[in-house]
């Protein structure tokens, strides 16, 4: 089914990459910009509510442990701050399941730093094409590709599918993970499917959500 009230990409300018002084250097700095680009409900379409909880814990960072469960840990060395927002669709106002979406900024210390990161995503659906976001939760299939940046203005993109199933809703429906980068600033979406939406569906509202982001990435180190 379409999503009523849904926004799609909104790209700008090149992907030329930031100047180093309008980079992030401290946690407020870096946790303003989280805060800034990290998608809301409203960026995401007109049905879409906050779930609770709505904003991930302070000076933490979501991690794929080695079980490939994920997880939320204390902020490593290279990272200056993340932020994680999930908003979704409740099943009453869709006629099928909720349709959920998780929008995360990490802000690393260097390019470098979230360079390797980018590198590490590519790796983590290798070593975990079966992961647990939540509990309850099951992702099963997952294919992670890197491949040139499906906003021009993006200097990296990673792009991962699969099959999303949970203890109340069922499934499995499409999923998507997707994640880009500019600087040192790597946001993503996570897109959890339900029944009434199609991976035609799951996709728009991904790449809607990482549009707006970019746009608002690209405002925010100029």
Request: net charge negative; charged share 25%.
């Amino acid at each position: 089914m379409p999503l009523p009230g849904s926004k799609g990409p909104r790209p700008s300018g090149s992907a030329e990459p930031p100047a180093p002084e309008t980079l992030p250097g401290t946690f407020e700095e870096a946790l303003a910009l989280a805060r800034a680009v990290a998608a809301e409900p409203d960026v995401l379409g007109a049905d879409f509510v906050r779930q609770s909880p709505y904003e991930s814990a302070p000076r933490t960072v979501p991690v794929l442990d080695r079980s490939c469960r994920w997880q939320r840990e204390a902020l490593p060395h290279e990272v200056l701050a993340g932020l994680s927002r999930s908003s979704e669709v409740p099943g009453e106002v869709s006629g099928g399941g909720p349709l959920r979406v998780t929008a995360h900024v990490t802000v690393y210390r260097t390019t470098a730093h979230a360079d390797a990161a980018m590198a590490r995503f590519l790796e983590d659906a290798l070593r975990c094409p079966d992961q647990r976001p939540r509990r309850g939760e099951r992702v099963t299939s997952l294919v992670s590709l890197g491949e040139k940046p499906v906003f021009h203005d993006a200097e990296d993109s990673v792009f991962e599918v699969g099959q999303y199933t949970d203890d109340v809703h069922g499934g499995p429906h499409p999923y998507l993970w997707a994640a880009n980068r500019v600087g040192s600033v790597v946001f993503a979406v996570s897109v959890k499917g339900a029944d009434g939406y199609d991976a035609k569906t799951v996709s728009a509202t991904g790449s809607g959500a990482l549009g707006s982001m970019l746009t608002d990435v690209r405002r925010e180190l100029r």
